[in-house]
């Protein structure tokens, strides 16, 4: 595994963790809130090893050098980071040939985004924690645990946010991380990437450019698979159940067990295991 910087545009260089033959289909893994490119450190070497062209990227605000101004929201707007997704993955080889798709939490968001409004481009769809836009507003209307659950989207746009999740050497994300099953030392990796006042200034940029509003999308016409633990603290159970009512395409639901928001880092087996049969039972 590598690290590689690509830049998309001017004042936008990423930086990107890859794994495997460029040449190869390829495989874009989008990190979510409160973690970075290294959730998916023990995805690349497998994806890899099965054949494919893996790449992770610390998103725009997360990467040092693709961090616009937090204080000018507007440079984080959804549709802005959803080219950035775009542009990656036609840097890194997508360009005219379909592509896999990963995302996890915000990540998924925009993994969403892309399927319901691209679908020729991707050929699967992987979701981790994060579901259907139409399955989450629904459950936040009709299950009385969804909205407490979700509470911390509007603490997120306080104006204190930043120094408060930097407070005790990030102590709130450190304790969240532990309870939700993140080892100590993928914590450790996380906050590196995002344990200043300016990558976390631009990580709560996302939210505050998007507000309370989550917009509605269509349904998905792309193969998917949807991974969810039943002890993550931010996502339901009728909220994850409920996606399957808005994809049109092939589907696979997979609830881990015991496992909480952070698949990827905290059963990092199971989870290559379930993609890589996904990804195979759907190839570019």
Aim: hydrophobic content about 45%; overall charge negative.
């Amino acid at each position: 595994m590598q690290t590689r910087q690509v830049q998309t545009g001017p004042g936008l260089v990423f930086d990107v963790s890859v794994a495997g033959d460029p040449a190869a289909p390829l495989v874009l893994l989008l990190h979510g809130f409160a973690v970075s490119r290294h959730l998916y450190d023990a995805q690349l070497p497998a994806l890899a090893a099965a054949g494919y062209f893996a790449a992770a990227p610390n998103q725009r605000g997360y990467s040092p050098d693709a961090r616009p101004d937090p204080a000018d929201v507007a440079r984080y707007d959804i549709e802005l980071l959803i080219q950035d997704a775009l542009d990656l993955a036609s840097a890194l080889g997508g360009e005219g040939r379909r592509f896999h798709l990963v995302g996890h939490d915000w990540g998924g968001s925009l993994a969403w985004e892309i399927a319901a409004h691209w679908p020729e481009r991707l050929a699967s769809l992987t979701m981790l924690s994060r579901p259907h836009p139409g399955a989450f507003a629904r459950a936040l209307a009709e299950d009385p645990e969804q909205p407490q659950r979700s509470r911390h989207h509007k603490a997120f746009l306080e104006p204190d946010a930043v120094p408060k999740l930097l407070a005790e050497d990030c102590a709130w994300l450190r304790r969240r991380h532990a309870a939700q099953g993140i080892p100590p030392a993928q914590t450790a990796k996380h906050l590196s990437v995002l344990g200043s006042e300016p990558a976390m200034a631009a990580a709560l940029a996302w939210y505050r450019a998007r507000g309370t509003v989550h917009r509605p999308i269509p349904k998905i016409r792309v193969p998917t698979l949807f991974l969810w633990g039943d002890a993550d603290d931010t996502v339901g159970r009728m909220a994850a159940a409920g996606t399957g009512d808005f994809i049109e395409a092939p589907y696979r639901f997979e609830i881990l067990p015991g496992v909480g928001h952070y698949a990827p880092d905290q059963v990092p087996e199971r989870v290559n295991a379930l993609l890589l049969e996904h990804l195979r039972a759907h190839p570019a």
